[in-house]
C-alpha cells in the first residue's frame, strides 16, 4: 500500500502538492520511430537527439516510481493494421511521400504490432503497467485511459515523453478538462523544435498554471525518496 500522505515538489508557477497515493506516471509516446535513428521521426528530417536527451531522466524516474510501487501508464501513438481508425485527414496531411500505413524503417509506420511503433528498449512497460494504444494525439480520445485512472482512484498525473507541443500537450488539455492536476517535468518531455519545447511548457504553466505545473525528475525522485 502506498501511504496517503502529501508530499511538496518544487514546481513553477507554485509548489504542486504530490499524493503518490492519488498519482500515476503517464509516459508518453516513447517509441522507437520517434526517438531512434533510423525511424520514421528522423526520415522526416527530424533531429531525433532533441528527444534522446530525455531518455536518461525518465528511466531514473521511472526506476524510482516502480521501486515505491506507483501506478505507471505507457501510452504509444499508433493504428490498427486495417487503418480503420485513421481518419483520412490525419494519414494525408503534411503531403509527404510517406503516409501513416506505409512501409517504413522499422515496419509498416505507427501501426500497432510493429517494430517502429513499439516501446524503446529502455523504458519498455513491465508485465502488468498498462499501455494505452491511442490513435490520436491526445492520451484520453478513444481510450480507456480515464476509466483505468478512475479505478486506481488517480486524481494527478505526473506527465513526461514525447513531442512536449504535441501529444504532451494535448494530454495535459484533455486531463485538465477531466479534472486532473498535470505536473510536466521539463527535463523528461521533448520536442524536435526547442522554441517549442520552451514555448510548450510556458503554455502550461502560465496564467498561474492553465493547464498544470512544470518540473524536474530530481524534485520527484526526491519527493518519492520521501514517502
Ligand atoms: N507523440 C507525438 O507527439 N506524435 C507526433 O506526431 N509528434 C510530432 O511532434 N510530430
Known amino acids: 500500500m502506498v501511504p496517503d500522505k502529501v508530499s511538496i515538489v518544487e514546481a513553477e508557477p507554485y509548489p504542486f ?6 498519482c500515476a ?6 517509441q522507437r520511430d520517434f526517438l531512434e535513428p533510423g525511424g520514421f521521426g528522423e526520415m522526416l528530417g527530424n533531429d531525433v537527439g532533441q528527444l534522446r536527451r530525455t531518455i536518461a531522466p525518465n528511466r531514473a524516474l521511472l526506476d524510482a516510481w516502480r521501486k515505491a510501487g506507483l501506478l505507471v501508464i505507457h501510452t ?11 481518419p483520412p485527414a490525419k494519414r494525408i496531411r503534411g503531403r509527404g511521400e510517406k503516409h501513416i500505413g506505409d512501409p517504413g524503417p522499422m515496419g509498416r509506420i505507427l501501426v500497432r504490432g510493429e517494430a517502429g511503433h513499439d516501446i524503446i528498449r529502455e523504458l ?3 508485465p502488468g503497467e498498462p499501455v494505452i494504444d491511442k490513435p490520436g494525439k ?7 485511459l480515464h476509466a483505468i485512472l478512475q479505478y486506481h482512484g488517480i486524481r494527478q498525473l505526473v506527465v513526461t ?3 512536449t507541443e504535441v501529444c504532451v500537450n494535448t494530454t495535459v488539455r484533455e486531463a485538465n478538462d477531466r479534472g486532473y492536476d498535470c505536473l510536466v517535468l521539463a527535463d523528461c518531455v521533448g520536442s524536435y523544435f526547442p522554441e517549442f519545447q520552451e514555448m510548450g511548457l510556458k503554455m502550461i504553466k502560465a496564467q498561474g498554471g492553465i493547464f498544470g505545473w512544470v518540473g524536474k525528475s530530481d524534485q520527484v525522485i526526491k519527493a518519492i525518496g520521501k514517502g
Open 124 to 126: 519498455y512497460p513491465k
Open 138 to 144: 491526445g492520451a484520453f480520445f478513444a481510450t480507456d
Open 25 to 30: 506516471l503517464v509516459i508518453i509516446d516513447m
Open 17 to 22: 502538492e504530490f499524493w503518490p497515493a492519488h
Open 161 to 163: 515523453g514525447v513531442t
Open 76 to 86: 504509444r501513438e499508433g493504428h490498427r493494421p486495417d487503418l480503420a481508425d485513421l
